[in-house]
């Protein structure tokens, strides 16, 4: 595995400190293309799922981006509780970057809408190797999408838990001065 960085920058939104462990069952769908930049995204995001005691997420690898929504849709139609997908699309010469993202965006939107099963969105559309790598969560990179990813597909899954249980008002789960009462929403 690939070197990854504990002293990255936060990204600019919201920062959540989650208490573990949590019994949540997440799965994490990687493409291949990009892979050094792909790895450190898996990187943090491993290290998120760790922090609240998920230790050894299935990880599935596909080829591409575009293969990615159809193997979130199947973790989610095996009981899942989250998602994390993960990926890189660099701008080209070719409309081919728009039909991916769009594909990609829309499939697993789709899917996380239909079912009521987040999905952290770890998929970097970018124009520039440098633009991945510096999102990657790798040494020297600014900012650490994968682990982003991950938190989100957490706050999301234990806030549909909380109101499917009905306690909207139970934020109990978050800590620390970053915390946000997600019953406002």
Known sequence: MVEHH???RPSDGPL??????????????ASQWHRTVVDGLLGGTLRALREVGI??????????????????????????????ALGVVIQ?????????CD?????LTRISVQTGVPIGFGVLPCTTR?????????????WDKGYD??????????????????NIA???FLVGAATSNLAEL
Do not use: W
């Not at 400190?17 to 769908?29: F, Q, T």
């Not at 080209?92 to 991916?100: I, K, L, Q, S």
């Open 130 to 142: 440098e633009q991945a790598y510096q999102r990657s969560g790798l040494s020297g990179a600014e």
């Open 92 to 100: 080209g010469e070719t409309p081919h970057f728009g039909y991916v």
């Open 103 to 107: 594909a990609v965006t829309m499939g």
């Open 55 to 84: 230790d050894d997420p299935p990880v599935v690898r596909v080829p591409g981006t575009f293969e990615i929504p159809a193997v979130a849709a199947a973790f989610v139609n095996s009981g899942y509780d989250a998602v994390v």
């Open 170 to 172: 139970d934020d109990s």
């Open 149 to 166: 990813a991950a938190q989100a597909a957490l706050v999301g899954a234990l806030a549909i838990r909380r109101i499917r249980s009905g």
């Open 6 to 8: 504990a002293d990255i």
């Open 16 to 29: 959540f400190r989650l208490e573990g462990p949590l019994d949540l069952k997440v799965g994490i769908v």
